[in-house]
């Protein structure tokens, strides 16, 4: 297998307890192993003995490299949109108004279950093609807009069709317990049982890598999630969980007793909540563009989450009703406006801290034996990526060891 170099770069390799700030070489090189990262270190260290087996060499020409971004937390396979809800929440109804007269979460399910998988496969295309021009290497998408088995079926089928036919790494989630679908309205234990006949299906059928939900008063209750994730750690398969988005529903402590890999949205944490996540190492998934186009007023408790050292985790979020948006760095940018994180803990918040959220231990930073996906940026310090609304300065992504 033939060895390619690069040099004339800085790398920050997000290493965690680094001697210098987001792991920064400056004057780095990397050397690339077909799939795998060889070396990583300033270039004066590299060893002559592995600089004359390099038979491909790449100057970067004085880029910032940084591993691939992550996206842990999207909801990219969807019918239509709902921006006349956008207008109804200009105009003075709340999230749970509007989920509670039938719009919500189930107006996306209607139009969801009408669109063909080529619909759904070319929406959800354009979608990613704008996070992968952003850096993005790996993504989460979530079911949860079908609510039956077919429909749920066909939503996974397409995210898998979506990593096959790109060169990004995508991990499927079943949200079969996102909402209660119009056909089980006023009866969710029935529709739960119903996702219990889902899951096991859908595994076995290859579709699914994780389980989530939704615990909240507007969808599943902590004791009808139990339930789920009881069947979900039956099958092996991690769990994660949508909590304390709206209300402390106790979420966060239900999601560590079964050691969740995340707990997201978390707006409404309690210490009870935080000191639970940080004994099983779950991490917090902040979705700032939710916060953002709700117009929410709680701020996820961040302080709390450093103080209980639970690592943190950013995502877009991208769904059609709370987070229509489709640009990583525009995260990382309101993360540290709205949330006050550090431009360093933003991008481990992309890069280290989403695999973590995904249970991936491959990614997510730069060192020997880790996979070779990352990110050329025509910038001069990692706060830069933070810092600019609207930039795009990805200058060349590397995916599994092959530029993209």
């Known amino acids: 297998m033939s060895l390619s170099l690069w040099t004339y770069c800085a790398v920050a390799t997000m290493q965690p307890g680094?001697?210098?700030?987001?792991?920064?070489?400056?004057?780095?090189?990397?050397?690339?192993?077909?799939?795998?990262?060889?070396?990583?270190?300033?270039?004066?260290?590299?060893?002559?003995?592995?600089?004359?087996?390099?038979?491909?060499?790449?100057?970067?020409?004085?880029?910032?490299?940084?591993?691939?971004l992550i996206d842990c937390h999207t909801h990219l396979v969807y019918g239509g949109d709902r921006s006349h809800e956008f207008e109804l929440r200009?105009?003075?109804?709340?999230?749970?108004?509007?989920?509670?007269?039938?719009?919500?979460?189930?107006?996306?399910?209607?139009?969801?279950?009408?669109?063909?998988?080529?619909?759904?496969?070319?929406?959800?295309?354009?979608?990613?093609?704008?996070?992968?021009?952003?850096?993005?290497?790996?993504?989460?998408?979530?079911?949860?807009?079908?609510?039956?088995?077919?429909?749920?079926?066909?939503?996974?089928?397409?995210?898998r069709t979506l990593g096959q036919s790109n060169a990004v790494a995508i991990r499927t989630t079943f949200l079969g317990a996102h909402a209660v679908p119009p056909e089980f309205a006023g009866r969710t234990?029935?529709?739960?049982?119903?996702?219990?006949?889902?899951?096991?299906?859908?595994?076995?059928?290859?579709l699914v890598d994780a389980v989530d939900a939704f615990c909240e008063r507007i969808a599943f209750s902590p004791a009808q999630i139990a339930r789920l994730f009881d069947a979900a750690r039956a099958l092996g398969l991690p769990m994660k969980l949508h909590a304390e988005q709206l209300s402390d529903s106790g979420g966060a402590q239900l999601a560590a007793r079964f050691g969740a890999t995340s707990c997201d949205h978390l707006e409404w944490l309690s210490d009870a909540g935080a000191a639970a996540m940080a004994a099983v190492h779950s991490?917090?998934?902040?979705?700032?563009?939710?916060?953002?186009?709700?117009?929410?007023?709680?701020?996820?408790?961040?302080?709390?989450?450093?103080?209980?050292?639970?690592?943190?985790?950013?995502?877009?979020d991208s769904n059609p009703g709370s987070s229509p948006c489709t640009s990583l760095l525009l995260m990382l940018n309101m993360?540290?406006?709205?949330?006050?994180?550090?431009?360093?803990?933003?991008?481990?918040?992309?890069?280290?801290?989403?695999?973590?959220?995904?249970?991936?231990?491959?990614?997510?930073?730069?060192?020997?034996?880790?996979r070779a996906d990352f990110v050329l940026w025509d910038v001069q310090r990692p706060a830069q990526l933070s810092y600019a609304l609207g930039a795009n300065p990805c200058r060349q992504t590397i995916f599994n060891g092959t530029p993209r």
């Open 18 to 68: 680094a001697a210098h700030a987001y792991g920064l070489i400056d004057d780095a090189a990397l050397v690339v192993d077909g799939s795998m990262l060889r070396w990583v270190g300033p270039r004066r260290d590299l060893p002559a003995d592995l600089l004359n087996r390099c038979t491909h060499q790449h100057d970067a020409a004085g880029a910032l490299i940084t591993p691939g």
């Open 90 to 159: 200009l105009n003075g109804a709340s999230y749970e108004e509007i989920a509670q007269s039938g719009g919500g979460i189930v107006s996306t399910v209607l139009a969801t279950r009408t669109a063909s998988p080529e619909a759904l496969t070319a929406q959800a295309q354009r979608r990613l093609q704008q996070l992968l021009a952003e850096g993005v290497t790996t993504l989460e998408i979530k079911s949860g807009y079908g609510l039956d088995l077919a429909q749920e079926r066909k939503c996974l089928q397409v995210a």
């Open 189 to 206: 234990d029935d529709y739960l049982d119903e996702v219990l006949r889902m899951l096991p299906v859908l595994h076995a059928e290859g």
């Open 283 to 316: 991490v917090a998934v902040l979705l700032p563009g939710a916060f953002y186009f709700l117009r929410e007023t709680k701020l996820p408790p961040v302080d709390l989450l450093r103080c209980h050292q639970v690592p943190i985790a950013i995502a877009t």
């Open 335 to 370: 993360a540290c406006t709205l949330f006050r994180l550090t431009p360093e803990e933003a991008l481990a918040g992309v890069t280290r801290h989403a695999a973590q959220a995904l249970g991936l231990t491959d990614r997510g930073v730069l060192a020997p034996g880790l």
